[in-house]
């Protein structure tokens, strides 16, 4: 079965401020009321989570990363149990700020499966860092979502979203420059026939594959339309509550 469309906010380590977070927040909240067919999630950092959960049911919240493990001596790490618990849905995994820093798709691939095992929706972040004239970086890509994946059970693939972000277009890389539709479009294909060899062409076709790389009010159209995508993930757009609002409505205007 189709799911619904999915736009999901990435506010990184933005706003500085709770009261700066709920007015962001409140202001989405209540652009947003008429909207039915697409699924919103918002990512806030940690701290904000339990204060913004009483503004708004319809507004999913999602966390920006996850422990692998459950409780116990793991000094400065959150877990899934304790994001589900307190009412977080979705969880971002293997973000490429996150990969900068160490994480590998060791981590993220145990990170996933706790994440699944606690009941959270893993969106599962893959991109290549650039675009090398041998296509190289398509084995970046189905080697990220296979060792992501590896192990997780078959029946579970569907419920994981795959942002393709690839970092050249990310609004904070350096010397960033725009991706078009055709690159995600041909990205998109690509990697539904790598999950289809992991798992099959069913789970596939039914998994979530989904944009992110300084989308804004203006190319969300594009990429939607011809990107071959079911979502999309902006970061810098997120962070303004009319520019989010603009991207959703394109999202919930699309005829399929
Ligand atoms: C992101 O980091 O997930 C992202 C897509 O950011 P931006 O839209 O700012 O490029």
């Keep these: 079965m189709r799911q619904k469309k999915i736009v999901i906010g990435n506010w990184k380590m933005n706003p500085l401020s709770l009261k700066d977070a709920e007015k962001l927040f409140i202001g989405l909240t209540r652009r947003i009321s008429r909207i039915k067919k697409t699924e919103i999630v918002v990512c806030p950092p940690y701290l904000y989570l339990e204060r913004l959960k009483k503004f708004s049911r319809k507004i999913?919240?999602?966390a920006q990363d996850a422990f692998w493990e459950d409780a116990g001596a793991f000094t400065?790490?959150?877990?899934?149990?304790?994001?589900?618990?307190?009412?977080v849905r979705y969880v971002i995994l293997g973000h490429s700020e996150r990969r900068e820093l160490g994480e590998t798709d060791g981590f993220v691939n145990k990170k996933i499966k706790s994440a699944l095992k606690a009941g959270l929706v893993p969106i599962l972040c893959v991109g290549e860092k650039e675009?090398?004239?041998n296509h190289e970086y398509f084995s970046?890509?189905?080697?990220q979502v296979e060792r992501c994946l590896k192990g997780v059970s078959k029946n579970l693939i569907s419920k994981i979203v795959i942002a393709y972000e690839p970092v050249w277009a990310i609004s904070s890389t350096a010397n960033r420059h725009d991706a078009t539709s055709a690159d995600s479009r041909e990205m998109a294909i690509f990697i539904r026939k790598t999950l289809s060899d992991a798992s099959s062409p069913e789970i596939a076709a039914e998994t979530r594959i989904i944009y992110g790389g300084s989308v804004n009010m203006k190319s969300a159209k594009d990429f939607l339309e011809n990107g071959g995508i079911d979502g999309l993930l902006p970061g810098r757009a997120s962070l303004d509550a009319e520019e989010f609002t603009e991207i959703v409505k394109i999202c919930e205007a699309l005829k399929n």
């Design 76 to 87: 400065g790490e959150v877990s899934g149990e304790m994001l589900y618990n307190l009412g």
């Design 140 to 143: 970046v890509i189905k080697s």
């Design 60 to 62: 999913v919240l999602g």
């Design 131 to 133: 675009r090398d004239a």
